[in-house]
C-alpha cells in the first residue's frame, strides 16, 4: 500500500512521516535550510507480512500544488494532516477536493501538533473537520490526534495504518504494466533510474520486455534492475513505488510525466474526451477554448476545453468535454486528473479519461456523444453492453486494450457480442454486436446490387472503392473480415480485385463464343485506340446490339474493360495504361494534357481514359491533378 499526505504547508507532515518511520523525506539542501518541502519525499516501512508499506510526502505550499497532485495520482490511502494551532487553512480545502477529484476513497484524519493548544481547541477543530469532510470520502475516516515532538498518537496511528495495508487489496497485476515516472536521475555505474508509482501489470528483470516502451516517445525499453518499496526486487508490480534502471536510455530522454508501460497502453493523442467536474467553489466559467492547466498521472501540461454535452460549464456542474493539448499526451480510458485554472493558482475541477484518442471533427453529434455514454457505462461497471450498441463498426482491438488494460480473453462480454477475425492479420480483430455485424453484411450486398444496376458493365466493385461506398470509417479488421464473411457464406464472388454478388455471373453459348474471340482480337489490336462497337459490327458482320451483350460479359469476367459507352479495352493495355500512369503521377499527381503527350493520344480520348480510372476507384483527382488512391488494390501488380 502506498500512503500519500495532503494538508497546508507547515502542519508537519514531513515530520509526521519522520515519526513513523525514523525517515527524513526532505532530501534537498533548501528544504532543509528552508524548513519546506518542496519535491516529493518517500519513505518505507516493513509490515508484519514481510510486505513494505510506502509513503509519499507531498509539499504543502500553494504554488506547489502541481507537485502535490504529482504525488497523490496513484496512492492507495490518503493522510489528511491538519495543524491543531492553524486549523482548516487553503491548502487543506484544496487537497481534499484533488483527493476526491483523483478517486481516492479511503484515508484518515491526522489532527497534528496537538501540544501546543488545549484540549478545547483540538475539540473544536474536530467539529469543523466533521463540518468540512461530510460530504467528501474522509466523512465516516477515523481521526487521530497526534504530536511529531511529543510521540502522543503516533503508535495508534502506526498501528492504524500497518492494519489497513495488511488488509487492502491488491491492485491488479494481470493488466498491461505502466509506471508514471515522477523523477528520473543517473547513477554512476549504473547509468539511467526513474521512479514512480506502478499503476498496472507487472514487469520483471530478465522477464519478457519486448513490448516495453518509453512513452510517448516510443522507445524500446529494457530494464536492467528494480528497486520496489525501496528494496531490490526480481519485479515490479502494481501499487509500489518503483525504481527501474534503465538500459540504452539516457537522462535527457525522459521527463517527469512519461511512463514506462506496455506499448498496447497508449496511442499518444492531442484530443482526449472527458467526463469534466467543475468544483463549488470555482471561480470560472468553462466555455469553448478556455484555457487550464491539466494534471494527469505525473504529468503537467496547458490545454483547451471544449464543452461538448452543454455550451457552459458552470461551478459544481458536470458535463462531457474534450481537452485539446498543444503536444501529444498519454492517458487511458478510467485515468483521473485535476484541472486547475489558466493562471495555476486554483483547482477548479478535475473527472476522468473516456476517450484518449478522440476526434476533433463531430466531437459533438449525437452519435459522438452516446459512444462516450457508453464508455462511461462500461467505467462504472456495468459492462460493454451500452457501448457495443453504439459501435456500428465495434470496437477494434487495440482500443479494447486500451479500454480494458488487459489481455481480452477473461472480458465478459454481453449476449450477442462476437469477435469477427480479420483475414489478413491474427492479431487484428473487432468485438462487434451481432445486429451491427449483420447489417455490416447487408449494406455491403446492397451497395453491389446497386452497383450491378448503375454500372452493368463492370466486373464488380474494387475493395477500396466499396468500402467508400458502405462503410467508410470500418476498420481494416472489419471490413476485411465481412468481405471474407460474405465470401465464405458464397454470397460474394472475388473477379480479380473486383467484388461482384454471386448472382452476377457470366456463360456463353457456343455461338456466342465465337464472336466474343472476335471482339476481344479487336480490341487487343486496337491497343490504345481500340475499334468502337459500330465498327467492329461492320468488321465482324454482326449486329451492334449482339456485341454490346457479349462486350458486357467479357468485362465481368475482366477480359475487357468498357472506357466509356461503346469502347472496350484489352485487360493488357488497361494494365499498361495503368502502369504508366502510376510512374507519372509519382509523387504529386500529374495534368490530363502531360498524360495525353505522352500517350500521344488526343485530348478527348486521354480524358475518357482518366476518368475512367476514376470511375473504378483507381486514381483520385486534385484539382487539375490527378493521384493514384493510395488504399486501392485495382491493378496493383502494376506498381510491382
Known sequence: MIVGTAGHIDHGKTALIRALTGVETDRLDDEKKR?????????????????????????????????????????????????????????????????????????????????RVEAAVVQQL??????????????????????????????????????????????????????????????????????????????????DQSTLRLMPQNKPVRIRSIHAQNTPSAQAKAGQRCALNLAGLAKDEIERGDWIADARCFLPASHIDVRLQLLSAADTVLKTWTPVHVHVGAAHYVAHVVPLSQDLIQPDQSALAQLVFDESICTMPGDRFIVRNAQAKHTIGGGVVLDSNAPDRKRRSLARLAWLDGVESYLEGRGLDGLLRQAPYGLEQNFMHRLVGSDLNDVPLPAGALWVQSPRSASAQVLIHKNAWEHVLARIETVLAEAHERYPDEPGVEAARLRRMVAPRA??????????????????????????????????????????????????????????????????????????????????????????????????????????????????????????????????????????????????????????????????????
Open 35 to 115: 524548513g519546506i518541502t518542496i519535491a516529493l519525499g518517500y519513505a518505507y516501512t516493513p509490515l508484519a507480512n514481510g510486505d513494505v508499506l510506502g509513503f509519499i510526502d507531498v509539499p504543502g505550499h500553494e504554488n506547489l500544488v502541481h507537485t502535490m497532485v504529482a504525488g497523490a495520482t496513484g496512492i492507495d490511502y490518503a493522510l489528511l494532516v491538519v495543524a491543531a494551532d492553524d486549523g482548516i487553512m487553503p491548502q487543506t480545502l484544496e487537497h481534499v477536493a484533488i483527493l476526491s477529484l483523483l478517486g481516492l476513497n479511503r484515508g484518515c484524519v491526522v489532527i497534528n501538533k496537538v501540544d
Open 126 to 207: 474536530q467539529h469543523d473537520l466533521q463540518a468540512l469532510l461530510q460530504t467528501t470520502f474522509l466523512a465516516a475516516a477515523p481521526v487521530f490526534a497526534t504530536s511529531s515532538v511529543s510521540g502522543q498518537g503516533i503508535a495508534e496511528l502506526k498501528n492504524h495504518l500497518d492494519q489497513e495495508a495488511l488488509s487492502v487489496q491488491q491492485r491488479q497485476e494481470r493488466g498491461f504494466f505502466r509506471l508514471a515516472i515522477d523523477r528520473v536521475f543517473t547513477l554512476e555505474g549504473q547509468g539511467t533510474v526513474v521512479t514512480g508509482t506502478t499503476y498496472a501489470g507487472v514487469a520483471q528483470v530478465g522477464g
Open 475 to 640: 476498420s481494416d479488421a472489419l471490413w476485411f473480415g465481412a468481405l471474407h464473411e460474405l465470401i465464405q457464406r458464397q454470397r460474394l464472388a472475388l473477379n480479380g480485385p473486383w467484388y461482384r454478388l454471386s448472382a452476377h455471373t457470366v456463360s456463353f453459348t457456343a455461338e456466342e463464343e465465337v464472336v466474343a474471340l472476335k471482339l476481344v482480337g479487336l480490341s487487343h489490336e486496337g491497343m490504345y485506340n481500340p475499334p468502337w462497337v459500330r465498327d467492329m459490327a461492320k468488321v465482324l458482320d454482326v449486329p451492334e446490339d449482339q456485341l454490346r451483350v457479349l462486350g458486357r460479359k467479357l468485362v465481368r469476367q475482366g477480359v475487357l474493360f468498357q472506357v466509356v459507352r461503346d469502347l472496350y479495352y484489352h485487360r493488357d493495355h488497361v494494365l499498361h495504361l495503368a502502369q504508366r500512369l502510376a510512374e507519372l503521377a509519382q509523387p504529386n499527381g500529374i495534368k490530363a494534357a502531360e498524360f495525353r503527350d505522352d500517350l500521344n493520344l488526343g485530348r478527348k480520348r486521354t480524358i475518357q481514359i482518366l476518368e475512367f480510372f476514376e470511375r473504378i476507384g483507381y486514381t483520385r483527382r486534385l484539382r487539375d491533378k490527378h493521384l493514384i488512391r493510395p488504399d486501392n488494390t485495382v491493378f496493383s501488380q502494376a506498381h510491382s
